[in-house]
T-cell receptor, first 113, second 113 residues
């Protein structure tokens, strides 16, 4: 079985500051890991994903995440926050097919001018 | 453009009524999904279908029904048996060739009046 824990339901950073959104997972099989972003009243958009291979994954909008098996983590980072990054972010894990995709509770990111 | 189209965007239901949310995809994906999103609770899987004329219950199927008569269509009916239907509903699809990545529609708001 898979599960996801996102640490912090709400994160606030200043414009230009580092963004760090934390995600820890548990999985009984090698995981596929995903980060999605959701803007108000919209669907989820894929930011990046890890399946196999390189553990540092680059995504859209300047985001990246690193798969750390020893820490069972897949934290999302961006070096410099923009106002347009304000949204809700979801981490998800899948180990046995997409129908088994399990989402975290989400982290709302606020950017202060 | 390829994508997933949900309609309507906003829907109001009276007590005791059934309503149907439409979901159409032109991505040629085999699998389709319905999720429910409530504030602070992440996404929960209602139903999914991996092939035409076949579907399985997800984690919260009670009070919902689906059909999959065509590859591109996966409508969701919210029945009167669903006691708390007010939520944001997200349709999604995936294909094995895309690494089981799930892609989402723009969502539909259902409100009971």
């Amino acid at each position: 079985a898979q599960s996801v824990t996102q640490l912090g339901s709400h994160v606030s950073v200043s414009e230009g500051a580092l963004v760090l959104l934390r995600c820890n997972y548990s999985s009984s099989v090698p995981p596929y890991l995903f980060w999605y972003v959701q803007y108000p009243n919209q669907g989820l958009q894929l930011l990046l994903k890890y399946t196999t291979g390189a553990t540092l994954v680059k995504g859209i909008n300047g985001f990246e995440a690193e798969f750390k098996k020893s820490e069972t983590s897949f934290h999302l980072t961006k070096p410099s926050a923009h106002m347009s990054d304000a949204a809700e972010y979801f981490c998800a894990v899948s180990g046995q097919g997409a129908q088994k995709l399990v989402f975290g509770q989400g982290t709302r990111l606020t950017i202060n001018p | 453009d390829g994508g997933i189209t949900q309609s309507p965007k906003y829907l109001f239901r009276k007590e005791g009524q059934n309503v149907t949310l439409s979901c159409e995809q032109n991505l040629n994906h085999d699998a389709m999904y319905w999720y429910r999103q409530d504030p602070g609770q992440g996404l929960r899987l209602i139903y999914y279908s991996q092939i035409v004329n076949d579907f399985q219950k997800g984690d919260i199927a009670e009070g919902y029904s689906v059909s999959r008569e065509k590859k591109e269509s996966f409508p969701l009916t919210v029945t009167s048996a669903q006691k708390n239907p007010t939520a944001f509903y997200l349709c999604a699809s995936s294909d094995r060739d895309a690494g089981n990545t799930i892609y989402f529609g723009e969502g539909s708001w259902l409100t009971v009046v």
